[in-house]
């Protein structure tokens, strides 16, 4: 299977701006690109100059583009191509649980607290609806399930702090919030789980009419590897192509800015390819507002 992927991202700044960037497909999936897929970045008000573009990777192994936005804004595009096996997520229903003992050092920071996933907040909550369950699969299972069922989605309820500690209480969000909540119930049940977003076209599921998007999903170790679960959709998915991993949102924002902006223009096209397709325009999204200095867009 062959995916097209990509995007088309406008940036409104009255005076230069440093921007910090997480666009890049993770580096566990470079191997698969059939297509180079390098950021073009450009300035609004002269589309024909490019910017210079540093590159580096984070502390969790992410790719990360720093440059400086122009006074007028940056125009930030890529597309790109990619193998894919076709195959949806793994389901492991005899995958077991590790004691916190057990665990890699490296991996006892994803047990922890983090901005957005307040495990003090809901350590009660999570042991009184899922310490009855068997540990491992099951119980991972069943957080999912709840968190599917707990929250209701709609892009009109998007806020870049709700954390999962109040999403749980208003019971609304969008697919951040429930990757938050299920990974701050794990973490809760001594199960590692981490914050995903990248890439998600609807391959294998019935059309979304809704403008394409980034999405966001979590992973836990079970039986010494990590599985993908996915609390917004609650059903294995094919065609996942991972962007960015990391405690929760604050740490894989697509964008940071350092300084004042507003998002103009946001296209993300993510389509199994049967025959050549172009970058489509996705009608605008309700998180179109300005962002303030150090304000981070994330998915």
């Not at 390098?38 to 583009?65: K, Q």
């Not at 702090?161 to 909540?181: K, M, P, S, Y």
């Not at 391959?203 to 609390?231: K, Q």
Request: with cysteine; proline share 7%.
């Amino acid at each position: 299977m062959q995916i097209r992927y990509g995007y088309r991202i406008e940036i409104v700044c009255d005076r230069p701006t440093a921007l910090v960037t997480m666009l890049d497909v993770h580096p566990s999936r470079r191997h698969d690109r059939l297509e180079p897929d390098e950021m073009h970045a450009t300035s609004l008000l002269d589309s024909g100059v490019p910017l210079p573009v540093d590159r580096h990777f984070d502390t969790f192994g992410n790719i990360c583009r720093r440059m400086v936005a122009p006074a007028g804004g940056v125009r930030l595009e890529a597309n790109g191509l990619i193998y894919d096996g076709g195959r949806p997520d793994v389901v492991a229903p005899s995958a077991r649980q590790q004691s916190p003992a057990e665990l890699p050092a490296d991996l006892m920071v994803f047990l922890l607290g983090s901005r957005y996933c307040e495990t003090d907040k809901l350590m009660d909550t999570a042991w009184n609806l899922f310490g009855h369950l068997e540990p491992g699969w099951s119980r991972a299972q069943a957080v999912v399930d709840f968190v599917h069922n707990h929250l209701t989605f709609g892009y009109a309820f998007a806020r870049s702090t709700r954390t999962a500690a109040e999403a749980f209480e208003e019971r609304i969000g969008v697919c951040r919030d429930f990757a938050h909540l299920a990974v701050a119930f794990c973490r809760c049940l001594n199960i590692p789980a981490r914050y995903c977003n990248g890439y998600l076209g609807d391959i294998g599921v019935p059309l979304n009419p809704a403008p394409m998007d980034f999405n966001a999903w979590f992973e836990v170790w079970l039986d010494g590897r990590w599985y993908t679960l996915d609390a917004r959709h609650n059903q294995p998915r094919i065609g996942r192509i991972v962007i960015a991993r990391g405690r929760d949102a604050t740490d894989v924002p697509m964008l940071n800015s350092f300084g004042s902006h507003m998002l103009q223009r946001f296209e993300v096209v993510t389509e199994e390819v049967f025959e050549e397709i172009s970058l489509r325009a996705s009608s605008p999204r309700p998180c179109l507002v300005p962002e303030q200095s150090g304000a981070h867009i994330a998915a």
